[in-house]
């Protein structure tokens, strides 16, 4: 390799890096519609088809990477593994509630807090240090969260808005379980999460029976939305930092209102509106802050 191509290397890949990021931020963003459109199959059997369309399409992957070995990856990502499946999987199922029960911008702005929460999060379970910057973003942030909350009292949302928190939470608990067992294999830890909500949909769905457009739009939320989604960011953390993954990935919380308003017409309120430019204003500083790069390959110091 010569001298030009191996200095070539590093920015092909930090560029293919935020590509990829930038891919799964747009294909999540595709989910608020699609739940929109479901026309009469319920949550907890849209939740059920979307499990088992997201651990198929992830269990794909990982049989194509594992030649042969695909059983011991699965056996060996320890009680660590099981908590990030577990997580996950509760995860799917609020923020699939929350946007029935509230505007998919209120949802998508809410939980487009959690690098916020997470970061708050760390500094109480991992003793990780905030700075006085990071506090004050964070308290910012808040404010945000607070209007949209605001709204949806003022609306009677107020569900779905406390819902929508909830995945916020389980999201942020997923990322410290994450940097508390690193060694973990994260693409058969997060593929058993669809798993771990189509059980506990079994526990609750009232009938299967669903609707072929209803099934197919199931489908697509498990194996596109968040299958494709959640496999596009994973190769991407490997390319570009992880702050730098969550900036790329804000993507999602600008399109998905956008997706939704043209799809079925559905208009955020001024507050939600308001409180959301907010967070989505926090979480960039926190997540540019966070990325150190030399601007001439992309690479984190």
Same mark, same amino acid.
């Given at each position: ?5 191996? +200095? ?28 929109? $459109?479901?026309?009469?199959?319920? *949550? &907890? ?22 030649? *042969? ?5 699965? /056996?060996?990502?320890? #009680?660590?593994?099981? &908590?990030?499946?577990?997580? /996950? ?22 939980? *487009? ?9 760390? #500094? ?24 949209? $909350? ?44 669809? /798993? ?16 072929? &457009?209803?099934?197919? $739009? ?18 991407? +953390? ?20 956008? &997706? ?22 926090? $979480? ?18």
């Amino acid at each position: 390799m010569t001298a030009a191509e191996y +200095s070539a290397a590093p920015r092909n890949e930090h560029a293919l890096g935020v590509v990829l990021a930038l891919m799964g931020g747009a294909v999540l963003s595709i989910g608020g519609p699609l739940i929109r $459109v479901i026309d009469q199959a319920d *949550g &907890w059997t849209v939740l059920f088809y979307r499990g088992v369309s997201f651990f198929a399409m992830l269990f794909l992957i990982v049989l194509w990477q594992s030649r *042969g070995r695909t059983l011991d990856r699965y /056996l060996y990502i320890g #009680w660590g593994g099981f &908590w990030i499946a577990v997580s /996950l999987g509760l995860g799917f199922i609020s923020y699939l509630f929350a946007m029935l029960h509230t505007t998919v911008a209120n949802v998508v702005f809410v939980v *487009g807090a959690s690098p916020l929460v997470t970061a708050f999060l760390a #500094w109480i379970i991992l003793g990780e240090r905030l700075s006085l910057r990071s506090w004050a973003i964070l308290l910012l942030a808040l404010g945000g969260i607070g209007l949209m $909350v605001g709204d949806g009292l003022a609306s009677g949302r107020l569900l779905g808005n406390l819902i929508a928190l909830g995945a916020t939470l389980t999201f942020s608990f997923l990322v410290i379980l994450l940097r508390m067992n690193r060694d973990t294999d994260m693409l058969a830890a997060t593929s058993l999460a669809g /798993l771990v909500s189509a059980v506990i949909c079994l526990l609750l769905v009232e009938t299967l029976f669903v609707s072929q &457009w209803d099934l197919a $739009v199931s489908l697509a939320l498990g194996a596109i939305q968040i299958g494709l989604g959640f496999t596009f960011i994973t190769y991407a +953390s490997r390319y570009i930092p992880a702050a730098e993954v969550t900036l790329l990935t804000l993507i999602e919380t600008i399109l998905a209102p956008i &997706w939704t308003w043209l799809v079925v017409g559905e208009v955020p309120g001024l507050a939600t509106a308001a409180g959301g430019g907010m967070v989505l204003l926090c $979480v960039g500083i926190f997540a540019a802050l966070s990325v150190r790069v030399d601007p001439a390959i992309g690479q984190r110091h």
